[in-house]
């Protein structure tokens, strides 16, 4: 395929030229940066990353140590005898870890015994259905939401009317309404009764998946069909027009030529609709808490009137961020490249 | 390729601790499993108190605040004491932070949307959701069931909860408001706290307590009608003060009024801990479980938690007083709340979700959580009897007495000196008061933080009170 | 090109004229393929729409069913003309939406331009700098609150204590709540600008860079004269989609400062929040929502319409 590439405009051949010849640009040695750079990046990447270290840190450590200051960062198994207390110990020690901030400028300590504990108490509270629910909820939309932007994002590449730029911004435009401004006639809509003044019509799909999965297609349309239409964009007219003289039909064109060369924008397309639809909070908690919550809503349980216990919000908050933060880090490359396509065009 | 192992050098890190929880997680499930046999055991004693019915049969949806209490009995539910007696009705529950579960239980209720059968709500709400025909009048039914023994629960809980048609909810439990201090700090600075402080005592002991360690108190600064304007609505009252004239022309600015809010924000910013603009109930009850508040003062039902070992390491040191007079000795503030279950009128679960009320409410129930968790997580100040438990008297030794009496006195049809055409205690019962209360609670916090003058705060107040009885046809 | 303002109305669907099906039958085929998504997303946004239009000329406090009835203008009318609060957050939006978008574009390049140097670590680097992007905003937005910016156990409330110089304590969500808030926008957004950035970054032609070098360009000089200029286009992108998102945004504020102190940090998105959903205020919800989206539609062609100038114009 790379043979026939044609050098077109500018830009955009360069691009092309990233997915049909990886290797290429691995092969190129970039200049090697000198240590202060790198000790500058590992800070400057320390420093972002913290809170969420901070945060995964605190779900493994006792109620007693988590709001521990300076905190304590080491985990090191068995020390309870020496500083932090471990559960089951008298309240005293404990109290006297709680006091510890003020007398921090004596000797500093750092550890703090891991445990379990918050995680055992957050296991038995069946986490399992929300993880369902949101990874239906994410996978499903995002399914959905190919299905329908593929064709679409194609079609408007294809600029089959000058009033394309319109088309797209209409899609854009959808997302200017706050989620809190139309919540309540979602609600109403969604309600199997509806608004009695307006005939009583209703979908009943509050508290389903069916409605969740819906709405988030919905969110994610737009960025979707505008990625992938940049993609799009970047196949040289010549290829499409090559195939069309073929013969070849729509269905053919875009399964066999276009699609394995804007695979990987796919992906990152992929990858960005299931973060934002794993990380929507307001919508699940308004439309979908009874009958169908997702992990934000299992993680804000923890938040109760309790009492502040940041090992146990802390524990819940990494599990429900896990999953998508995972994913991201082995998709990392896809969404490097399927971000910025948008700019070549 | 470094580069790659290193990366997953770092997930596997992360992920470790995670598969050996995942492992633990196994034998848990499988300790769970155990103690079912347990379970069956412990209610054992219920049945003598409410009998067996397989009659009722459905599935009814719950939607609850998550506090501690109702935590506890969805814990309850799900070993299966709740089926030990209703063989045949299916509880599925909603649990939610307050913010939340108020937003969908209002929007569920108010639009009819139908979802839930059975909804936790409060006197605020009831009287308001009843006159609208929202939901089914209960205490009928309650008050013919002998086991149920309805005379038990507080009157004033059940006027707040009643209209001209009758009882439209069933107190889970219930709180009025006290002072929470710590007699070690008071001991040292050798100053000694009355039973019944007037908030001009609190003021000066909280000044005299304040340390860079330890501050002088606690009060609720978050904004929100139900966090801040709780409190400082009962300090209103007992300084004299009122919302409303019974004109509906607005009396924050009124001398009383303006006085007792001077003194909350006066004294939060000097004595206060950093950051009261956003302290909220569990926050100043973290505080003050961790020793850095001297004195907080709070819902009743706070007692329990400041008195867990578990969760305070000072728990013995805890003291009580009344909630402060200042004006009358004899307004306290008249705070008075419960957590109520309440059954929506378009339920079609009606005989399951009374049958799952009536349970959750009744001492059947008090007695299932005692023996399964303990006094610390049952739900108390909604029955008489629960203060002549002998069990929980020797729980609650150093304060069941104060909040009996609280609740006793609390009176919300009359919560003002002077006289108001509004009832409530800590609130407005307006349906209008979220708004406005919410409006008027960040314009305190902002005189909290220093944004703006207290003076200028009360004034902005002031005018959003006139604005809102205006608008919606309370001034004539 | 134009963008046509006419865009969000429901022409769109306009096509339901007698001869529907013949005109589809003759539509290029790129039509067709459209019109699925265009149906999809008409139906699913533009029908609550249309009731969010129909809810703000109503008079309807949802606890008080029996004062519902038509309003007219008022709800728009006592948002415009009457409401403090309304002229609040719409500063606030500006504030939050110009300053998060552009520091997090200038941090994103910051953070772009490290990883684009060859060093020990630097996926591990890169790997770090992307996570806050991919964090559940409500959990990055508890985390900052109760343990980084809580005046009494956040670290960098210890931190600021205990390092800089007269040891000051501020309570950072009350004393600077702007600031909080833009900072936690910022640590989320920069990480997505990077990565549309990176890519730009890594399409420059090595051959340029290496004749800049081989002429002995500084590494500041080669930044300045073949990075920058290059990735005006993707800065541009992240501009735009940041803004969308931004503007919107919500879960930080309902979870951090509840819009607070005052009106410090409340935006259109969470006074909306506060009108429909905490107040029952349906009509004035519904009225704000329709205003937001109308200044969304100003706002976003303007910069749509300026971004194509400019990029006309290199």
Redesign the interface.
Known sequence: MQTTLPRTSSAPSTAARRWALPRRRRGVQKDQASPAWAVLAWVVALVTFFPVLHM?LTG?KHESDA?DLPPRLLPVPGIEESAAPAEGVS??P??DA??AP?EATGGVDLRFD?T?EQ??TI??REFMPFFRNSAFASLGSTALVMLLAIPAAYGLALRPTKKWKDVLFFFISTRFLPASGVI?PL??LF???G??KLGGF?LDL??TMRGLIILYTAMNLPIAIWMLRSFFEEVPRDVLDAARVDGAGVMREMTQILLPMVAPGIAATVFISIIFAWNEFFLA??LA???T?TVP?FM??F??????FWAKLAASSTMAV?PIV?LG?IAQKQLVRGLSMGAVK | M???I??FA??FA??L??L??AG??AT?LAQ?ATPGAAGDASPAAAPAMMERDETISGTI?V?M????QM?ALQDLVASGAFNEIYPNVTV?F?????N?IR??I???V???????DVVTIGPFEVP??AE?GWLEEVGEEAAADPNYNLDDIFEAHKQGLSTEEGLFALPFYGESSMVFYRKDLFEQAGIEMPEEPTWEQIGEFAKQLDSE?VSGICLRG???WGEQLAPLTTVINAFGGRWFDEDWNAQLDSEQSAAAIRFYIDTLREYG??????NG???C???F????VAMWYDATSAAE?VTD???N???ENVGFAFAPTQASPENHGNWLWNWSFAMAANSDQKEAALAFMKWATSPTYFQAIVEAEGYGRAPTGARASTYQDPGYREYAGGFADIVLQSLENANPNEPTIDPVPYQGGQFVRI??F??LG??VS??F??A?????SVDDAIQAANDMANQVAQD?GYQT | MAVADRSLSPAYGRAARPSLFHRLWHQPVGRLLILPALIYAIIVTQAPFLLTIYYSFQRW???????RGFAGLDNYKFLLTRDH?FRDALLNTAIFTISAVLLSLLVGLFYAELVNHRF?????VR?LLITPFLVMPAAAALTW?NMLL???YGVVDWLTRTTLPGNP?P?W???YPKESIILVLVWRWAPFMMLILLAGMQSISEEVREAARVDGATAWQEFRSITLPHLSRFMQLGGLLGTVYIVQDFDPIYLM????????TTNLSYLTY??A?????VGQGAALGVIVVILSIIVITLLIRWLDRMMRGT
Do not use: H
């Not at chain 2, 909603?94 to 307050?98: A, I, Q, Y």
């Not at chain 2, 108010?110 to 839930?116: K, N, S």
């Not at chain 3, 406090?61 to 004062?67: A, G, K, M, Y």
């Not at chain 3, 400062?257 to 410090?264: D, E, F, L, R, S």
């Open positions: 995964v493994f709001v309240a005293e404990a109290a709680a006091d003020a891991p379990l995680y055992e296991l038995g309540v609600y109403i309600s199997a009764n608004d009695p209703g509050l508290g908690v308004s808490a009874v009958g919550s809503i804000v349980k938040v109760t009137a309790e009492g502040l896990l995972l880090w | 470094t580069r790659r290193l990366s770092a997930l992360l992920l601790p995670m050996v929880v633990g997680r848990a769970d949806d939607g605040v998550a506090n501690p935590v599925r909603t649990v939610l932070p307050e939340e937003q969908v209002t929007q569920d108010t639009t009819q949307a139908g979802q839930f308001l959701w609208e360690e978050l904004p929100g801990p950093a950051g009261a603009e956003g109930f569990t926050e009850e973290t505080l479980n961790e020793g850095k938690l070992p578990e969760l390491p000072n728990a349906p209008e979220q708004q919410n409006d960040q314009q916090a902002a909290i933080v220093g944004q703006q919606n | 406090n949802l606890q008080r069913p029996s004062t609060a020990p670590g630097r996926g591990v790997t609150k809580n005046p009494t304590s309570n969500l009350g004393v400062t509840k819009g607070g102190p005052g009106t410090a506060r009108k959903v905490e107040a029952s205020n």
